[in-house]
């Protein structure tokens, strides 16, 4: 990476997510661009944190559960000046850095989301999926809407929208990229699709 590329900070919430979380983290070490990624466990009861452990040392335990507390936390003690928040059963692209690099090569992007589809649907999923992500991204033209398995936003606009709503027990995600819009372009990443479980 050339020396004023931005780097990159993945943050991952978690609980009770040891059925997954190796298998995204293992991912992440091997991507080519250097990354920085933070695990951040709401108190998981399995060997959730004790995986975690195994990929990065920056595996953080918060008290209190809450997905918007975690990110939000998370994102404090980033030191990347992009963030990607990433869900622990989400399949992202090898050049996934890449492309969120370059879409925030342009100064007045603040936040971003892509496509996301399950990782092996049914055929009445595969159609909701398709439909979901095609109303997101006519959405992300005149009103900002993103979903959380896959977020990135710029730190500075994060810090300065106040991150996630912790109050909020759903749609935080929604409120944010929101939010975030009224301070510049939250784009939809065409060139990028990753899979959930």
């Known amino acids: ?24 983290l293992s991912k992440l070490i091997n991507i080519k661009s ?24 920056r595996v953080y335990q918060i008290q209190e559960r809450g997905i918007s507390k975690a990110r939000n936390y998370g994102a404090r003690r980033a030191n990347g000046d992009v963030l990607v928040f990433l869900d622990a059963d989400v399949n992202p692209p090898p050049n996934f850095v890449e492309t969120v690099l370059k879409t925030f090569d342009d100064e007045t992007v603040v936040g971003a989301t892509c496509y996301i589809m399950p990782a092996r649907p049914r055929f009445i999923e595969n159609m909701f999926f398709l439909f979901y992500n095609l109303l997101i991204r006519l959405c992300s033209s005149f009103k900002s809407h993103s979903r959380g398995e896959f977020f990135a936003v710029r730190k500075r606009e994060f810090l300065k929208a ?12 929604h409120d944010l ?3 975030l819009s009224k301070r510049g372009k939250f784009v939809f990443i065409k060139e990028l699709t990753v899979y959930e479980s």
Do not use: H, W
Request: proline share 5%; charged share 30%; aromatic share 8%.
């Open 177 to 179: 990229a929101y939010r």
């Open 34 to 57: 250097s990354i920085e990624i933070i695990v951040v466990d709401g108190k998981s009861e399995d060997n959730t944190v004790e995986i975690a452990k195994r990929f990065t040392n």
């Open 1 to 24: 990476m050339k020396a004023n590329t931005p780097t990159v900070s993945v943050i991952i919430p978690t609980f009770q997510e040891e059925k997954y979380i190796a298998a995204i």
């Open 162 to 173: 106040n991150g996630f709503d912790e109050r909020m027990p759903c749609l935080e995600d």
